[in-house]
């Protein structure tokens, strides 16, 4: 029993070995998990944009504004950037409406004088985690390091929004991603070890057909787990949807979203001739991918080395424009340019799905 056992361990332990791309994706995990959970989460968050406005009507700005503001200039950990960015402002219709398109965090109206019925007025972006707080605290120790007896009114624009509602976003670009995943990449890698792809050539299906069948498939399964999660999302994260105008929004998102992931993974798994390959790789990019999205921690808070696969991460606009829509109560001409990017993604990897399959079957 003992000497099967050590054939059985040599043989295994020699196919693991023999091939170097999985035993290089074995040991690089970890040190991604490192490098990317570790500075995707709990990051310093620096540079906060946060608006400043004096209250209409008013001659010249107020000491109470003056000082406020050099105070928050200051502000920051450390060895670290400043946290906030200070934004001035000539009145607060504009400095609002910068709030609203998600150009700024918050905004400060300071009152024309100081008493306790006329208050400092904070517009928080409540749709944020942990900024919020962080803009209300500095505010606050802006304002009293002024000496002057002036109180603030924070004002959540969004309501109090829960941590469920905002990571509950991010898990339907977690299901559209896992659903593709296995019923995309994996699917296709299995129809080749069984000879099923060969088959399809033999008929008169041309070859970008067979990519393009297996990302619309794909594309519904995507869509269908991306629904439901969101359907979940409603009736146990609390996530509102207000207007039928709303709903078809989100339906939309899901789709394009669902498109490109389905094409990435798609044009991956061509790449690959057996599942251990293509399952290592692809638990490497959902790391890669979900991990800089901003699902869990504001990107604002990650290193700019991170913010720059931010920028070409489509589980990134995806997640914006969904929290835009839902919890934002924001339409196309905030998401528009999320779309834009998604749809260019998507293209993108439907061209590189057929370039890449074709050359693998040659």
Do not use: C
Request: net charge neutral.
């Amino acid at each position: 029993m003992l000497r099967g056992a050590i054939a059985i361990f040599k043989r295994d332990f020699k196919k693991f070995l023999s091939n170097p791309f999985v035993l290089f994706l074995t040991l690089a995990m970890p040190i991604m998990y490192l490098l990317i959970f570790g500075n995707a989460i709990g990051g310093t968050i620096t540079g906060i944009p946060i608006g400043v406005v004096q209250d209409t009507p008013y001659i010249t700005d107020t000491p109470l504004y003056t000082q406020t503001v050099i105070n928050l200039d200051q502000i920051h950990e450390p060895g670290k950037a400043d946290t906030f960015r200070v934004i001035r402002y000539n009145d607060p219709q504009t400095a609002k409406n910068a709030l609203e398109k998600g150009r700024l965090y918050g905004v400060v109206v300071f009152p024309p004088g100081i008493s306790a019925n006329d208050p400092v007025q904070l517009y928080l972006d409540s749709s944020e985690y942990t900024i919020p707080q962080l803009v209300k605290s500095g505010v606050i120790a802006a304002v009293a390091a002024t000496g002057a007896a002036a109180p603030v009114n924070p004002i959540n624009i969004y309501g109090t929004i829960e941590y469920l509602q905002f990571f509950g976003i991010g898990v339907i670009v977690l299901a559209i991603f896992s659903t593709t995943m296995f019923g995309g990449g994996i699917a296709m890698i299995r129809d080749r070890e069984m000879g099923i792809i060969e088959g399809y050539l033999v008929t008169p299906v041309k070859r970008s057909s067979i990519i393009l069948g297996t990302i619309g498939s794909g594309t519904v399964k995507a869509f269908f787990a991306g629904f439901i999660i969101f359907l979940v999302d409603i009736f146990v994260a609390g996530v509102i949807v207000r207007s039928a105008e709303d709903f078809f929004l989100v339906m939309l998102v899901i789709f394009i979203t669902s498109i490109g992931v389905t094409s990435l993974v798609v044009s991956l798994a061509s790449r690959f001739s057996n599942q251990q390959e293509y399952a290592s790789t692809i638990a490497f990019m959902n790391l890669l991918l979900f991990m800089t999205s901003g699902v869990f921690y504001p990107i604002i808070g990650m290193p700019e080395w991170l913010r720059w696969i931010t920028a070409i991460n489509p589980e990134a606009y995806a997640i914006h424009a969904l929290r835009s829509i839902t919890l934002r109560n924001q339409g196309l001409d905030v998401i528009w340019l999320d779309l834009v990017a998604i749809g260019i993604f998507s293209i993108a990897m439907i061209i590189l799905g057929i370039l890449t399959y074709r050359r693998t079957l040659e």
